[in-house]
């Protein structure tokens, strides 16, 4: 059993940075598949940003295109989000997830198997 806690949200102002962080505990992070959703008030959670076993990496282009940056860091067995110019509409709560096995950077809810409670972001216009 995998436990997923997300860290590093907040309140800022438009234009500023965050880097949003996901420590996993109970399996081997390179082993797994992971991810980023964010589910903003009154919509469905949406896909972000994600990181396959193998190291592929699939963004969201509509919404964070050149904003975001998805990484691992496999000895501290923890995911990070980097988000740059930030804007209001990026205002949600973000959900870090994971899959065993998944190879390849997988953009749906379906797909994973592991959740965190998610970290609030809020930005300020």
């Known amino acids: 059993q995998v436990q997923l806690v997300e860290s590093g949200g907040g309140l800022v102002q438009a234009g500023a940075s965050l880097r949003l962080s996901c420590a996993a505990s109970?399996?081997?992070?390179?082993?797994?598949?992971m991810a980023w959703f964010r589910q903003a008030p009154g919509k469905e959670r949406e896909f972000v940003a994600a990181?396959?076993?193998?190291?592929?990496?699939?963004f969201n282009t509509d919404s964070v295109k050149g904003r975001f940056t998805i990484s691992r860091d496999i000895a501290k067995n923890t995911l990070y989000l980097q988000m740059n110019s930030l804007k209001p509409e990026d205002t949600a709560v973000y959900y870090c997830?994971?899959?065993?096995?998944?190879?390849?950077?997988?953009?749906?809810?379906?797909?994973?198997?592991?959740w965190g409670r998610g970290t609030q972001v809020t930005v300020s216009s």
């Open positions: 997830a994971a899959s065993q096995g998944l190879l390849y950077a997988a953009r749906t809810l379906h797909e994973y198997d592991y």
């Open positions: 109970g399996g081997t992070e390179s082993s797994y598949g």
């Open positions: 990181i396959g076993r193998s190291g592929g990496i699939a």
